[in-house]
């Protein structure tokens, strides 16, 4: 059972270009959860969805970030008009919502830098 | 809303000896879980120990053990027998039951010196 992928890896973009981060999630999970890390921080939630929905986005930007898990396919976080402080790491997790730790698994992250 | 601290940015410990990880939270709620996770250079994110809030039992996982103290919100991370392997960021990790999101700390550097 492959665990959480994530693509890219590493992901360099010019201030005001757009960052597409995918994420597929363990075989049998339907959630999942974006966080980002700033350098020196621990992760910090952004988003949580399940197929075609988001549940909970309360720490998303209010501006330039989407997230989207379609009903086929990986979930995709968007950034449009990236500016240098959105350089970070990106993780998503995965938890198939119903066992009783609801327990993530994390992806290996996608690093994000903005020259 | 929660919060996690941990006050030790950096510890150190000398191969095959013990070392303790500090961890904190705030939360009103009674019903929780809580969780180590290790991040080596590669930065994945790898899940060390896990404790239940309602269960006065310290976990354990073969040389990793926690000191769940529900009354102070403590949960501190035990490392015995430090092996170099064991060198990482350490995040400390809360997530509410029945809530959808984790709070982590801003973690603990580990050196392991042979």
């Known amino acids: 059972n492959a665990g959480v992928m994530q693509n890219p890896r590493h992901l360099v973009r010019r201030r005001g270009q757009e960052a597409r981060l995918r994420c597929s999630p363990m075989?049998?999970?339907?959630?999942v959860y974006w966080y980002r890390q700033l350098p020196e921080e621990g992760l910090k939630f952004m988003v949580y969805?399940?197929?075609?929905?988001?549940?909970?986005e309360s720490g998303m930007p209010k501006e330039r970030f989407s997230a989207e898990f379609p009903k086929e396919g990986p979930s995709i976080l968007r950034i449009q008009q990236v500016v240098r402080g959105d350089s970070a790491a990106y993780f998503c997790a995965s938890s198939p919502g119903l066992a009783k730790w609801n327990e993530q698994f994390f992806g290996p992250g996608t690093r994000l830098t903005v020259l | 809303a929660q919060t996690v601290t941990q006050s030790q940015p950096e510890m150190s410990v000398q191969e095959a000896e013990t070392v303790t990880l500090s961890c904190t939270y705030d939360?009103?709620?009674?019903?929780?879980?809580l969780f180590w996770y290790k991040q080596p250079p590669s930065r994945q994110m790898i899940l060390v120990i896990r404790?239940?809030?309602?269960?006065?039992q310290n976990a354990t996982e073969n040389r990793f053990s926690v000191n769940f103290q529900k009354a102070a919100k403590s949960f501190s991370l035990k490392i015995s027998d430090s092996q170099l392997g064991d060198a990482a960021m350490y995040f400390c990790a809360y997530r509410s039951r029945t809530g959808n999101q984790f709070y982590f700390g801003t973690g603990t550097s580990l050196t392991v010196i042979p």
């Open positions: 939360t009103s709620e009674s019903d929780y879980y």
């Open positions: 404790q239940e809030a309602y269960k006065q």
């Open positions: 075989k049998g999970h339907s959630h």
């Open positions: 969805l399940q197929k075609e929905n988001i549940i909970d």
